[in-house]
Nanobody, 124 residues
Framework: QVQLVESGGGLVQAGSSLRLSCAASGRTFSNYAMGWFRQAPGKEREFVAAISWSGGSTYYADSVKGRFTISRDNAKNTVYLQMNSLKPEDTAVYHC?????????????????WGQGTQVTVSS
């Protein structure tokens, strides 16, 4: 079993930055991609960003390209999401995801483990 625990969410003003972290523990093994999804009230969960095991491949939703950066530290089993120039439409619960995939592309159906989520609220 794998546990994913997110941290770093909060309430910020538009234009601000936040850094989310997600620590994986348990029987993670190796060669897994990690990613972030978000879910706003009344909306479906949507893909935000993902990164391959090596960190050499990353993939972003069009809505966050140029503003968000995903990275990982395999020695710490941790993935990060640096979010800059935040907008009110970025408000959502952000969920960490782990998928045993070689590539950085990831859909909700491919996720093997989910974190509980961390709230990000951006005020205008």
């Amino acid at each position: 079993q794998v546990q994913l625990v997110e941290s770093g969410g909060g309430l910020v003003q538009a234009g601000s930055s936040l850094r989310l972290s997600c620590a994986a523990s348990g029987r993670t093994f190796s060669n897994y991609a990690m990613g972030w999804f978000r879910q706003a009230p009344g909306k479906e969960r949507e893909f935000v960003a993902a990164i391959s095991w090596s960190g050499g491949s990353t993939y972003y939703a069009d809505s966050v390209k140029g503003r968000f950066t995903i990275s990982r530290d395999n020695a710490k089993n941790t993935v990060y999401l640096q979010m800059n120039s935040l907008k009110p439409e970025d408000t959502a619960v952000y969920h960490c995801a782990l998928a045993y995939l070689r590539s950085a592309t990831m859909t909700t159906e491919q996720v093997d483990y989910w974190g509980q989520g961390t709230q990000v609220t951006v005020s205008s």
